[in-house]
């Protein structure tokens, strides 16, 4: 994802993968601030290239971000979940339905509000049903400018192949036993004896642990 950013090659939609409790979600999140950030990074900015892609369009020179502030407007704005250009979507109930995607696709016909990349997350993508996720081929089959998709599943034979072709599929492999331990010692104040056990428990998912 920081070679994205520091190329400038940001893919239209990226799908992540992996279990549950492994920072899908906090990447997406993580990733959207990336994209948008203003904060001063005399230390940690790389330039944009001037990529041109087959149609014509091209990049911004913009000097590229890749690791956001936390501090800037936008970036606060993504992480309290007030921004107007990031849309997130999510089941309601068991399904992410039609209705919703549709309402997506309303949505991206205009232009972002304010943001320099307008980000989409659709958490549980598996959850689409097949109509939801063929209206939802129809933006990655033409994605709109200054627009990204970020989907997040458990694993791809849960979608249709059709929608893991457009995608840039990027794996989160469970976390290690070390790190949960470390987390739950360091955050959580649990004994070091327990909190290896837990994370023995909870196979690499830092929401179960």
């Given at each position: 994802?920081t070679?994205f950013?520091?190329?400038?090659?940001v893919?239209d939609?990226l799908?992540f993968?992996g279990i549950?409790?492994?920072?899908?979600q906090?990447?997406?999140v993580?990733f959207?601030?990336?994209c948008?950030c203003?904060?001063?990074h005399?230390e940690?900015?790389?330039?944009w290239?001037?990529?041109?892609?087959?149609?014509g369009?091209?990049?911004?020179?913009?000097a590229?971000?890749?690791?956001p502030?936390?501090t800037?407007?936008p970036?606060r704005?993504?992480?309290s979940e007030?921004?107007?250009d990031i849309?997130?979507?999510?089941?309601t109930?068991?399904?992410?339905?039609?209705?919703q995607i549709r309402?997506?696709?309303?949505t991206?016909?205009?232009?972002?509000?304010e943001?320099?990349t307008?980000?989409?997350?659709?958490s549980?993508?598996q959850?689409m049903?097949p109509e939801?996720?063929?209206a939802?081929?129809?933006?990655l089959e033409e994605?709109p400018?200054?627009?990204?998709l970020?989907l997040?599943a458990?694993?791809i034979?849960d979608?249709?192949?059709?929608?893991?072709s457009r995608?840039?599929?990027?794996?989160f492999?469970?976390?290690s036993?070390?790190s949960i331990?470390?987390f739950?010692?360091?955050k959580?104040?649990?004994?070091?004896?327990?909190?290896?056990?837990?994370?023995?428990?909870a196979?690499g998912?830092?929401s179960k642990a």
């Amino acid at each position: 994802l920081t070679t994205f950013l520091q190329n400038g090659t940001v893919p239209d939609a990226l799908l992540f993968t992996g279990i549950e409790g492994v920072g899908k979600q906090s990447a997406a999140v993580t990733f959207a601030m990336a994209c948008n950030c203003t904060g001063d990074h005399s230390e940690n900015k790389s330039e944009w290239r001037d990529n041109r892609v087959a149609d014509g369009r091209s990049t911004t020179n913009q000097a590229r971000i890749t690791n956001p502030c936390g501090t800037c407007k936008p970036c606060r704005k993504i992480e309290s979940e007030n921004h107007p250009d990031i849309i997130r979507i999510q089941p309601t109930g068991p399904f992410i339905k039609i209705d919703q995607i549709r309402s997506l696709l309303r949505t991206l016909a205009m232009k972002p509000y304010e943001a320099i990349t307008r980000v989409t997350i659709i958490s549980e993508a598996q959850a689409m049903n097949p109509e939801a996720g063929n209206a939802l081929l129809k933006v990655l089959e033409e994605p709109p400018e200054r627009t990204l998709l970020i989907l997040t599943a458990i694993q791809i034979s849960d979608l249709l192949p059709t929608i893991v072709s457009r995608c840039q599929l990027i794996r989160f492999n469970p976390i290690s036993l070390k790190s949960i331990a470390g987390f739950l010692v360091e955050k959580k104040g649990i004994a070091p004896d327990d909190a290896m056990i837990l994370a023995t428990l909870a196979n690499g998912s830092l929401s179960k642990a």
